[in-house]
């Protein structure tokens, strides 16, 4: 890999790093010597992740237990990391909601917007100018496969991911003069907590965390966005050729089979069969 200390400068800041992605993220830069902010709501788990890498990696490694559905995160975050140079930004925290938009709750709804596209906007906005002044830097934004395909049962979620995946591509363009690499990394399912927050099944990924985020370190600075997996790319290519009316068909049918069946499941392994039908 290449000196992503040197490249990008020391510190590199993770939302989402109490779990999944974000865990991985964290260990994987660690491994390359970078000293980390870590931040989440968990401060428990955060805590016991970096005191394994401080342990492991010898790097330093601070904690931000901070809400990013809270309008005034930055109050919280801003006396951890004002004293440091921010190199390397990961906008990795993001939650889903599952079921028919009029039955979902509004402020869960509104909350997943501010997680999933305030708070990496507020962030960049905050930690980019540095970064260009520098002439160094980078920025990932998780945005998903789900951004891409209009997703009915996940329709806003979907919508947070299309905010994400088409800000990191525009940022490409519009830093890659200035020193700064961005990538919209846009993965299929992985085997995160994802799946059980968004209630669609704990058995819901397929990649594991470590190749998705190996292979997004990897592409970040070369391409404005990513798929990883060839399984997910394919599905990606494929979906070019549809209309965007075929499109949202085929999803919010697949889809609506998937949900239901897993709806089924999770009925039975509490009710009775009859009352599950
Ligand atoms: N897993 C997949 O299949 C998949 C596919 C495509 C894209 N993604 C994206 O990947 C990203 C990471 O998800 P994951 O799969 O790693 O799921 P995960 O294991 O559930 O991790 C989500 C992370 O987001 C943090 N988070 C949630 N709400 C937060 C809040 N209000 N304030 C601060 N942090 C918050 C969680 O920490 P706390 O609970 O401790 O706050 C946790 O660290 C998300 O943006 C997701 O949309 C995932």
Redesign the pocket.
Known sequence: MKDMKGRYGRYALI??????????FARQLAAEGLDLVL????KG??DRIAKELRTRYHVDVRVA??????ED?MLELDPVINDLEIGLLV??????TSGPFLETDAEKEL?ML???AR?PLVLTKALAPAMVGRGRGGIIF?????GMISLPYMAN?AA??AY?LMLGEALWYELKGRGVDVLS?????????????AEVGSG????E?EKVVSKALRKLGRTPSFVPGSFFRAIAGSSRILTRKMLVRVAGSLWTRYIMRRKHVDCLEKRPEDECS
């Open positions: 939302t989402g790093a109490s779990s999944g992605i974000g865990e991985e931040v989440a709501r968990r788990r955060l237990p901070v809400d990013l559905s809270l995160f906008n990795n925290a993001g939650f889903a909350e501010h997680v999933n708070a998780l945005a998903s496969m789900a979620y947070t991911k994400d990394l846009a993965p299929g399912a992985v085997k995160t907590e994802f799946g059980k927050v819901f990924g397929l990649m965390p």
